[in-house]
């Protein structure tokens, strides 16, 4: 499971989100490449302003039967 938290920016509000298995793995991936500053990812949205992003791996949960 992984749990990606956008901090958003002037125009956009922060956001967050859950995936699990393959997608977990490819945005995972992705995020790696992206620039870092201190303890958060980054990247530009379409407004030019600068979006700080943090994720977290965590295993995933198993139900009791």
């Known amino acids: 499971m992984l749990k990606v938290t956008d901090l958003g920016c002037n125009q956009h509000r922060w956001r967050q989100c859950v995936l699990f298995a393959a997608e977990a793995e490819l945005l995972k991936d992705i995020l790696f490449n992206l620039p870092r500053e201190g303890d958060f990812h980054t990247y530009i949205c379409e407004h030019g302003q600068t979006h700080s ?9 198993i139900a009791a039967v």
């Open 53 to 61: 992003i943090t994720f977290q791996m965590q295993p995933a949960r």
